[in-house]
């Protein structure tokens, strides 16, 4: 039998040696088991060795080792903050776009219109979306505070409610707009905050009912709550919890 030989070279390290092989199972209900082996040759063949349980630990530093290898090709545009693996943060302008709502605490079934927003951060990955609130119009900085997104169908934290959002499969740069346009593009039901979402008399629906109505030719970013966390912050794993 003839054996075809290949060489996997890096900008970094050059020739990259085979070490380990990583063995998935997966059960019929989507569940997922992994197994790490020793590679030996032995009579000039590489041979997987006996293995052993893959922990989370394991998993995640695998990851990040395998995700310094990743290139994001193209042009990165300014409105991308930071980028991990396939973690992806970007802003938002302030600026007038189209929402639309399906909460009748607003006066109808039904009702969408174009409003002013406040700028906002963005961050998706395979296991997250989420998004805040900022305030001006420049591009944020580590040291720009963060806020409660006013929006119904976003959590404390800034976890957003996917429901029937049809989300980009991927994160690159290229599908920042799509990834926006999946978040404004679904119907607005309720608000799922603990506490306030906007800091308004008569609350959110008042809010957002005078939003609806043109009350206001610019976001008021009066209205937003602060979440006591800065982007810097967030991203170094130091964000003050919002419970």
Known sequence: MNQAEFHIRTEQDGVLALQQAVLIYRGAQGSAFATVHDIEEINGE?????????????????????AKGIRHGGFNPETVLY??????????????????????????????????????VFAASSQV?????????????PDTAL?????FNVYDGGGICQGSANVPEVTTAEKIEAWNDAFFGSFFTHPNVRKNLVKYRGGAYKFWKDMLDGKFAHFPERVLVPVQTTLGQLLDGTAQRND
Do not use: C, N
């Not at 293995?51 to 395998?66: D, V, Y």
């Not at 806020?147 to 929006?151: G, L, T, V």
């Open 46 to 66: 590489a041979t997987i060795l006996a293995g052993k349980a893959m922990t989370p630990r394991a998993a995640i530093m695998l990851s990040r080792e395998l």
């Open 129 to 141: 979306w989420r998004v805040w609130a900022v305030k001006g119009d420049a591009r944020p900085t």
């Open 147 to 151: 806020f409660q997104a006013p929006y």
């Open 83 to 120: 980028m991990d693996g396939d973690l992806l943060l970007w802003w938002t302008r302030p600026g007038k776009r189209h929402i639309a709502f399906r909460a009748e605490g607003l006066g109808a079934v039904e009702r969408g219109e174009v409003v002013p927003h406040p700028g906002l």
